[in-house]
């Protein structure tokens, strides 16, 4: 089963706005991980924030973690077109298996 | 570095058929994962290895289904005979691993099989 959840799993906002997305989990983890993928392509990591962490930024992301609920959150600040992507978190722990939820399917209009 | 390859891209067979999907990891990356993506079941982890040993084979649904690593630089996953249902997006990616579990993964582009 999944051990990631996205939601929404579909987001449309105009260019400009913030795009906010939710990732619970089931089980206790060591790292999770936001990647981005294009329609017809792989998959590109974005992030990865550890459980003894709590929020981190990378340009105009920002993950946070709540390990007490399971759950983290990509922001995406002023969104842009190019960023027009299906996102999945991912969780790992101890094993080197990384799990993926289902996605959350962002459109940016412009 | 050329990223991890994929070959082929895209894979039209007909049922019953064998079907080969090569990748070729990141030099001096020591896990190799290969997932199934379809718009139904998503992303699923299939079988993964570390020094090209396979560590993790319980994703593969069936016996149908076989992974090798012969070396650092290659990995097959073949399917034999190949049904209608097994159609998807195999995606193979290579990372290393450290005392945090599991790094950031690279990607390949994915081959698109589908089956007829």
């Known amino acids: 089963s999944q051990q990631g959840e996205e939601d929404p799993q579909a987001l449309s906002i105009q260019e400009g706005e913030n795009a906010t997305m939710n990732c619970s989990y089931k089980?206790?983890?060591?790292?999770l991980q936001w990647y981005r993928q294009n329609s017809g392509r792989g998959l590109v990591h974005l992030i990865l924030?550890?459980?003894?962490?709590r929020e981190k930024h990378s340009g105009r992301l920002r993950v946070t973690l709540d390990t007490s609920k399971k759950s983290s959150s990509l922001l995406i600040t002023a969104s842009r077109a190019a960023d027009t992507a299906s996102y999945f978190c991912?969780?790992?722990?101890?094993?080197?298996?990384?799990?993926f939820g289902q996605g959350t399917r962002l459109t940016i209009n412009p | 570095d050329a990223g991890v390859i994929q070959s082929p891209r895209h894979e039209v067979t007909e049922m019953g058929q064998e079907v080969t999907l090569r990748c070729k990891p990141i030099?001096?990356?020591?896990?190799l994962f290969w997932y199934r993506q379809t718009m139904m079941r998503g992303l699923e982890l299939l079988i993964y290895?570390?020094?090209?040993?396979?560590?993790?084979d319980s994703g593969m649904p069936e016996d149908r289904f076989s992974a090798k690593m012969p070396n650092a630089s290659f990995s097959t996953l073949k399917i034999q005979p190949s049904e209608p249902r097994d159609s998807a997006v195999y995606f193979c990616?290579?990372?290393?691993?450290?005392?945090?579990?599991?790094?950031?993964?690279?990607f390949g582009e994915g081959s698109r099989l589908t089956v007829l």
């Open positions: 030099s001096g990356h020591d896990y």
């Open positions: 991912a969780t790992g722990k101890g094993a080197q298996k990384l799990v």
């Open positions: 089980t206790s983890i060591n790292n």
């Open positions: 924030i550890r459980s003894n962490e």
């Open positions: 290895f570390n020094n090209n040993v396979p560590i993790d």
């Open positions: 990616a290579s990372g290393a691993v450290w005392a945090g579990g599991t790094g950031e993964l690279f």
